[in-house]
């Protein structure tokens, strides 16, 4: 079955192939005509290419001058000529959909393609790539072709953009022809590289302006993701938010660090390891309400204790230091589960990292309130046309489709791939493996073979280096900590004798060149060292543990044999190893222990390698199910944030807010009388509260009080209240000119709009964390979820409503500078992290005198100024 379903899919693909060949031979007839031209003559294709597109020609028509264009502008700046598979990736790029090409295909020069052709129509083509280091390097590396072809290429960075300026001199080396801009002109050139994260960022922060001219994104056109699986895949389940620090204290923390270690596993909690989940027993629950004095810790009344016990319970069982995180200078720093990375400044959600910090026994921060969140899955979605790059999709290809409509296309090779796969070595301990792998990789020092080394967490690479140094073995142990300095030693990392020891992505983006890399060196010289290394078999890779997805694997597989160099790799497993104890790896272990097997002998059992293979299978399933189970969920926050930052959008943009505002006020007053007059029976009608609500909203007449309510009927009632409210608001109109109160109308939307949105996100981070015992009942948590959403999204939308109105008519005309002083900006300089994101806080500025966190609101709510503006201050 497995095999004529690949043979189907790989058909499938041949036939995607086909169809770009014909695309490709046009492009390729093209270049003598395009070698021919002059400097001049080749910019002035961009100008000529745009033009016929403005009278109605397409992308499609316009593709293959565009990439000959590319092609040449490449020979000439860099020396380097598209072969036709980055013709082809650069054809699938534009379709909008995910090339693979492997290792060495030259995936940075393919984008080039794509991003000039898509960057013709004025709206901006983004390059997303996973660090600021590849971002920064991909800018000086293309921006030469995009120079020679008229078109302006940014960059941004964490907190700073730069614009590419051949004449631009820096006295740093690293931003050599990088002249800093505004991030605004950043995304106003034609093209842009970025990471995912800066991109995400600046998407809510520009939702989270107080004037068009604080925005600085253009319409989301296209978009190239490179890595693809590593942003839509790994770090899909990662939101990006912005947030400011909450009241809550944090003492709980650390009394929960001291009580949970008193629990004993098995007896108070119990761990499902494949879920990552921990739960605790009778008696657990009952130890702890002891400790706590709490008669019952699951009563609602104690909803944040059980949500501080389960953190805390979290921390100390499933969370281990130096694999899941390190501590660094006071602080703790996440690791990077599929990279290694260190992720510097990134913190888990919802109390999580506050109670590792506890159990570290380190300073606990304060939580955070969300101001604004957004996915990876969700921020990528908003673009009109996605494409992506990789050189592993093919496993991941379901996924792909079905979270995001993307079609995966496997590019052939330039040159036949001759790399030997080999087959796993299976030790019973981890104890035995590391040995073996120590003893190999000594054998291959010996005669000068390099090797790649990949480990998955730092703790590994760090002991296997320490029993390298035992050997006397020199080699180099990269955590991925610095991108661009990694990046230098995974450059070298294919020359004679080099022995690198590397978490597994570090130094991804970064080719490994046979006998290292040629630049500053006598060819000669590098050509001797190359042939060695390649009559030596070519960079022997080492992976020292399978991941739970097999994608993963092949990354590291594919540091080898680029090109069609030689290569080999061999993975090297034990029982002891987390994939496969989960999924039995003990009673097999206990198996082999009995049949008397020797330990440091390695097993090549087809039974064991099809047992690794069908655990991978198995756990790619089960997170691939939770990552869209979680879109389904993220889907319905995602619907509500539509439609605030499309009423954001059109307050800024000038949309008439006086109309808007009188139809909010004649709603509410409407909505007033009708529930307080519902009754049939006048008796029951409560004419004291309808007076108090409509007195809270506006100032009432005598005639408007409630004896002479009693004598109207509803409809007069609500007649008479919209009239008035009218009135006074033409009067409002005269106090404050109508200038200045379409400039309040603004901010005052704005203001509504934006702090109930932040209480609305964390009613429904509480509604999603809580749905689940729905399940309990017999009802689908999903179900029930959208079901209460639209109900709290039409609550706040009803309380947008009574906010605006009743802030209407309690303005007070401004002082001077104070009205400006409101419309001030809220633009973060740039994001800082946490809650398993990014976070930025966003910064708030009175233009005039400093504004004290007690005193009225320069905006004129009535509210003191720490609850309304400087709510995010």
């Not at 995607?16 to 005509?33: C, D, H, Q, S, Y």
């Not at 020679?148 to 614009?163: I, K, T």
Request: glycine residues 8%.
């Amino acid at each position: 079955m497995l095999k004529l379903l690949f043979g189907i899919l790989s058909g499938s693909n041949e036939r995607e192939i086909g169809k770009l060949r014909p695309v490709v031979g046009r492009t390729n007839r093209l270049e003598p005509a395009f070698q021919d031209l002059s400097n001049e003559a080749l910019r002035a294709k961009t100008d000529e290419l745009r033009e016929r597109l403005a009278r109605g020609a397409t992308l499609d028509d316009l593709l293959p001058e565009a990439f000959a264009a590319v092609r040449e502008a490449a020979k000439r700046t860099l020396g380097q000529r598209h072969f036709d598979a980055q013709l082809m990736g650069g054809i699938v790029l534009h379709q909008g959909k995910i090339a693979e090409m492997k290792t060495g295909e030259g995936k940075t020069l393919v984008a080039t393609l794509p991003l000039y052709l898509n960057a013709l129509m004025d709206k901006g083509s983004h390059l997303v790539t996973v660090n600021d280091y590849l971002a920064k390097r991909d800018t000086q590396w293309m921006g030469p072709i995009y120079h020679l072809l008229g078109l302006q290429v940014g960059c941004l960075q964490h907190e700073v953009a730069y614009l590419y300026d051949p004449e631009a001199e820096q006295e740093n080396p690293g931003l050599q022809h990088l002249r800093p801009c505004s991030r605004r002109e950043a995304y106003q050139a034609d093209i842009t590289y970025g990471t995912n994260n800066e991109f995400g960022f600046d998407y809510l922060r520009d939702n989270m302006a107080w004037d068009l001219s604080q925005r600085v994104q253009r319409e989301l056109t296209y978009a190239i993701v490179d890595e693809v699986d590593n942003i839509l895949i790994d770090e899909a389940r990662t939101p990006l938010i912005v947030s400011g620090p909450a009241q809550e204290s944090t003492k709980l923390y650390s009394t929960l660090a001291r009580l949970v270690p008193r629990l004993v596993r098995d007896a108070d909690y119990t761990v499902e390891e494949k879920e990552r989940v921990v739960v605790l027993t009778d008696a657990g629950i009952s130890r702890l309400e002891q400790w706590l004095k709490l008669p019952n810790i699951y009563d609602p009344s104690n909803a944040a204790m059980s949500h501080y016990i389960e953190n805390a319970l979290k921390a100390q069982v499933l969370f281990q230091r130096d694999r899941d995180y390190v501590v660094r200078d006071g602080e703790v720093v996440i690791v990077d589960e599929f990279t290694g990375r260190l992720m510097q400044g990134r913190r888990y959600s919802e109390g999580l990292h506050q109670a590792i910090e506890a159990k570290e026994g380190l300073h606990v921060r304060q939580e955070s309130i969300t101001y604004a969140t957004i996915t990876l899955q969700n921020y990528f979605r908003l673009y009109g046309k996605l494409g992506g790059m990789t050189g592993t999709a093919a496993t991941e290809a379901e996924e792909f489709w079905k979270i995001y409509k993307l079609d995966v296309v496997v590019i052939p090779t330039h040159k036949t791939m001759i790399r030997q796969d080999e087959n796993d070595f299976v030790y019973l301990s981890e104890r035995a493996k590391f040995n073996a792998v120590a003893e190999e990789i000594e054998r291959a020092y010996k005669r000068q073979q390099p090797v790649l080394l990949g480990t998955t967490s730092i703790e590994k690479s760090e002991r296997l280096s320490e029993q390298l140094k035992r050997r006397g073995v020199p080699h180099q142990v990269l955590n991925a900590k610095h991108h661009e300095k990694e990046a230098a030693i995974v450059a070298q990392a294919g020359s004679l004798g080099a022995i690198t020891v590397a978490t597994n992505m570090a130094g991804r983006g970064t080719d490994i060149v046979l006998g290292g890399k040629p630049d500053d060196r006598v060819p000669e010289e590098w050509q001797r060292e190359h042939d060695s290394v390649v009559e030596l078999g070519g960079l022997y890779v080492i992976g020292t543990e399978r991941h739970e997805a097999r994608r993963i694997d092949n990354q590291l597989r594919g540091r080898s044999g680029r090109q069609g160099d030689p290569g080999i790799s061999r993975f090297y497993v034990s029982l002891e190893d987390d994939l496969i104890r989960r999924f039995g790896g003990d009673r097999v272990k206990k198996i082999m222990t009995w049949a008397g097997l020797d330990e440091n002998v390695p097993i090549q059992a087809g039974l064991v390698s099809r047992a690794i293979a069908s655990s991978q299978v198995k756990v790619e399933a089960y997170n691939f199910d939770i990552r869209k189970h979680l879109v389904e969920y993220d889907d319905v926050i995602n619907r509500h944030r539509d439609v605030i930052y499309g009423e954001r959008r059109k307050i800024l943009e000038g949309a008439d807010l006086r109309a808007n505002i009188l139809d909010m006020i004649e709603s509410e007053l409407r909505r007033l009388v009708g529930s307080l007059t519902a009754s049939r029976d006048r008796e029951k009608w409560n004419l004291e509260a309808l007076e108090k609500e409509l007195q809270a909203i506006l100032p009432l007449p005598d005639g408007l009080r409630k004896e002479r309510l009693a004598e109207l009927e509803p409809e007069e009632m609500a007649e008479a209240l919209v009239a008035h409210a009218k009135a006074l608001y033409q009067e409002r109109e005269r106090q404050f000119g109508e200038e200045q109160l379409r400039m309040l109308e603004r901010l005052v939307m704005l203001r509504g709009i934006d702090a109930l949105w932040v209480e609305h996100l964390t009613v429904m981070q509480n509604l999603r964390e809580g749905i689940g015992l729905h399940a309990y009942g017999q009802r689908d948590p999903l179900v029930m979820y959208k079901r209460e959403a639209h109900q709290k999204f039409n609550e706040l939308l009803e309380r947008i409503q009574h906010d605006i109105v009743r802030t209407m008519y309690h303005l007070a005309p401004a002082q001077d500078g104070v009205a400006s002083g409101a419309s001030a900006a809220v633009r973060s300089p740039g994001p800082s992290v946490m809650a398993g994101a990014l976070v930025a806080a966003p910064a708030t500025s009175t233009g005039g005198r400093k504004v004290g966190r007690n005193d009225p609101c320069p905006c004129g709510s009535g509210k003191k100024y720490k609850r309304c503006h400087g709510v995010a201050a």
